[in-house]
């Protein structure tokens, strides 16, 4: 079946289920695709693969799902118009050479790499065949001795996660790869974030200081307290410091991390304040060690990444394409629990992969690939016509929501509740401050689900006004659309 799909994809080439394998016998390639359950509407480039790769494996994924239910499904958290969608979410447009590999499997298990491929992988990035020289978080330039270069640390990854080495390359460069480490989450110069890093950009919700923030440990004071010139018991106070203030780790001394106070601004912007030394059991620190963090070099936010993918995705969303795509019906989350909003995510993932093997001469190893199958998909996909994501003109702004009441509760918090947004959106944030004007802002909150009205939040000081505002956001393309705030209320914490 030919296809006559027109895609602007210049962007993409530049950046359980039933699931049943076939084996491959001469002359009967096609045959045993039908047999293992592929529509006839695969047949034709599945078998152009098949004969060009004989050691690719391909593998029926049968989701169960009608090819519509799940085109609804996945368009309310894709910004992009259905037509679009469609066109991306059909396996058939993407069973060619240079795509297929966002159906590539993520396990190590199922992979065929090394030192050689990944840095194939990473060709023209910063990272390619390069040890890791980064800024610590006093800013001296030091080079990572645990590992020798880049591709080993993630060779490392790989072997302690089971996550495919290749993916987890793949996966870094569509993120931050660029030819020098200047993205804000790699090149550790980012105040008040200095010396923390992020490569996989987990947690960069609105940008990529959030996921600096998260890398970071959300540390923050749990009482109002001071902060010294010194780690001992004759330093100086510099500035008193109040229950809730958030500070970026540097280094620890004894019983006092060293620190950087910050505020969180509007539109993911951060402003640093004063340096100094707190007492540990000041701080609160529930995310301390979770997942190695505070992430203090790049080896560490590779390693630790790679264990967070793979805890949460590695079960059920085994390719890019369920990481985009969560069409395993047995994931429990049907529909979300995504990685990513891009329409063309998994694609442009697949393609680094394809050029990848093609420069390490890998493409004719083995490889093994689940392929979605859907139920009533359309007899026909070549009357599908796609164009790139970003050249869309839809309004992806989400309208103004109205903040109907606060209620102060006991123990230091304080309940959000406002009206639903009248227009699609991916969720709301909310800013807590202590001034009307929101120059003091100590709490923001990002929420996801337009259904989601209420928030509670906690820790603040007792006997204190706060102000609060809220406002809806929508991702789109790769971008957050925001949404105007809404009216302001002020309570006092209990």
């Not at 006559?4 to 289920?17: D, G, K, R």
């Not at 096609?30 to 592929?38: H, I, K, S």
């Not at 505002?469 to 789109?476: H, S, V």
């Amino acid at each position: 079946m030919k296809k006559f799909i027109s895609l602007v994809m210049s962007a993409v080439m530049l950046v359980s289920s039933v699931a049943v394998g076939i084996t491959v016998q001469a002359g009967t390639v096609e045959d045993n695709l039908r047999a293992q359950g592929f529509p006839e509407s695969y047949i034709e480039d599945l078998a152009t693969l098949q004969k060009a790769h004989p050691n690719w494996k391909f593998v029926a994924f049968k989701t169960g799902l009608d090819f519509d239910d799940a085109v609804k499904g996945e368009l309310s958290g894709t910004p992009t118009t259905e037509e679009n969608l469609r066109a991306y979410l059909d396996p058939r447009n993407w069973l060619n050479e240079k795509y297929v590999f966002q159906f590539e499997s993520i396990r190590k298990s199922d992979a065929v790499q090394s030192v050689s491929s990944v840095n194939a992988i990473l060709k023209n990035t910063w990272m390619a065949n390069s040890k890791i020289n980064y800024f610590d978080t006093q800013g001296v330039s030091k080079t990572v001795t645990e590992v020798n270069t880049y591709a080993d640390a993630m060779i490392k990854a790989s072997n302690d996660t089971n996550l495919s080495a290749n993916y987890i390359a793949a996966k870094i460069r569509q993120e931050n790869g660029r030819t020098e480490n200047t993205a804000t989450a790699v090149c550790g110069k980012k105040e008040p974030f200095k010396g923390i890093y992020n490569y996989f950009n987990i947690g960069a919700y609105t940008t990529a200081m959030d996921g600096l923030a998260w890398a970071a440990g959300f540390l923050k004071a749990n009482k109002d307290t001071v902060l010294f010139d010194g780690a001992n018991a004759t330093a100086k106070p510099i500035v008193t410091v109040s229950n809730g203030q958030r500070m970026a780790y540097i280094k620890e001394e004894g019983d006092y991390y060293r620190v950087t106070l910050y505020d969180e601004l509007d539109n993911g912007k951060y402003d640093d304040k004063e340096i100094g030394y707190i007492l540990k059991s000041d701080v609160n620190t529930t995310y301390m060690g979770n997942y190695g963090r505070p992430w203090t070099d790049p080896n560490k936010a590779i390693y630790n990444g790679a264990k967070y993918i793979a805890n949460g995705y590695l079960t059920y969303q085994f390719t890019m394409y369920l990481q985009k795509y969560n069409v395993n019906s047995q994931s429990g989350s049907l529909y979300r629990h995504e990685y990513m909003t891009n329409v063309s995510g998994a694609a442009s993932e697949g393609y680094h992969l394809y050029s990848g093997y093609a420069k390490a001469g890998l493409l004719n190893s083995a490889h093994t690939f689940y392929i979605p199958v859907f139920n009533n998909m359309p007899n026909d996909n070549s009357n599908i016509t796609t164009t790139a994501p970003t050249t869309t003109t839809k309004n992806y702004t989400p309208a103004k929501v109205k903040l109907t009441s606060l209620t102060a509760l006991k123990g230091h918090k304080i309940k959000a509740k406002w009206n639903k947004c009248s227009t699609s959106a991916t969720g709301y944030q909310i800013y807590w401050a202590k001034d009307k004007k929101f120059k003091k802002v100590v709490a923001k909150t990002t929420t996801r689900g337009r259904s989601k009205v209420t928030y509670t939040g906690k820790n603040f000081t007792k006997g204190r006004k706060y102000y609060v505002r809220i406002r809806a956001y929508k991702k789109a393309g790769g971008k957050t659309y925001y949404g105007p705030w809404s009216n302001i209320k002020a309570k006092t914490s209990k």
